[in-house]
T-cell receptor, first 114, second 113 residues
Framework: DAGITQSPRHKVTETGTPVTLRCHQT?????MYWYRQDPGHGLRLIHY???????DKGEVSDGYSVSRSKTEDFLLTLESATSSQTSVYFC?????????????FGPGTRLTVL | DQQVKQNSPSLSVQEGRISILNCDYT??????FLWYKKYPAEGPTFLIS?????DKNEDGRFTVFLNKSAKHLSLHIVPSQPGDSAVYFC????????????FGKGTKLTVNP
């Protein structure tokens, strides 16, 4: 298994509060991703990073920001959480050394916004 | 607009029989396709992939078929086992090594003993 951890694994928070989710990898992979999974929507890309301090938006980036100050850590921040951000969040990593590299996923963080 | 479609939300098969999961895509620029398997409360795990230069890729009990003209791929599991019960996601990426994967909504496979 790829060395990916996510913290926290579960979180309950209130509307309007800031929330930060952390993804940590031990594989030294260049690319890191944040997805959310919701019933009826599959996996949707929020943001991704292609190197330290290099990030780009995904399909559903509104309301989210990211930061990557070290190769091994990729943070996802909800500046002011809303109930629509209740979801399961997955981090993924990829070496992207070839065009056919796959992505490896972490165990997920279940976030509930009340 | 959904670029990767898995039109069957669920599929139920008997142990030992073949499971066929289908996936359609609309973007002709996609050239690399993957299947992921997901158990409850776990992250998706990579299962098998296929490049657009091939029409078949096999790995043990799992075979993926790609029909580029129909923009259709399928995952065959033979023989199906109860441990294969999971949600299966189809994903695609674009030409030139796009760093982004586009996922379908998933198909829940149940293999009955």
């Amino acid at each position: 298994d790829a060395g990916i951890t996510q913290s926290p694994r579960h979180k309950v928070t209130e509307t309007g509060t800031p929330v930060t989710l952390r993804c940590h990898q031990t594989e030294n992979h260049r690319y890191m991703y944040w997805y959310r999974q919701d019933p009826g929507h599959g996996l949707r890309l929020i943001h991704y990073s292609y190197g330290v301090k290099d990030t780009d938006k995904g399909e559903v980036s509104d309301g989210y920001s990211v930061s990557r100050s070290k190769t091994e850590d990729f943070l996802l921040t909800l500046e002011s959480a809303t109930s629509s951000q209740t979801s399961v969040y997955f981090c993924a990593i990829s070496p992207r050394s070839t065009s056919t590299d796959t992505q490896y996923f972490g165990p997920g963080t279940r976030l509930t916004v009340l | 607009d959904q670029q990767v479609k898995q039109n069957s939300p669920s599929l139920s098969v008997q142990e030992g029989r073949i499971s066929i999961l289908n996936c359609d895509y609309t973007n002709s620029m996609f050239d690399y396709f993957l299947w992921y398997k997901k158990y409850p409360a776990e992250g998706p795990t990579f299962l098998i992939s296929i490049s657009s230069i091939k029409d078949k890729n096999e790995d043990g009990r799992f075979t993926v078929f790609l029909n580029k003209s129909a923009k259709h791929l399928s995952l065959h599991i033979v023989p199906s086992q109860p441990g294969d019960s999971a949600v299966y996601f189809c994903a695609a990426s674009g030409q030139g090594g796009s760093e982004k994967l586009v996922f379908g909504k998933g198909t829940k496979l149940t293999v009955n003993p």
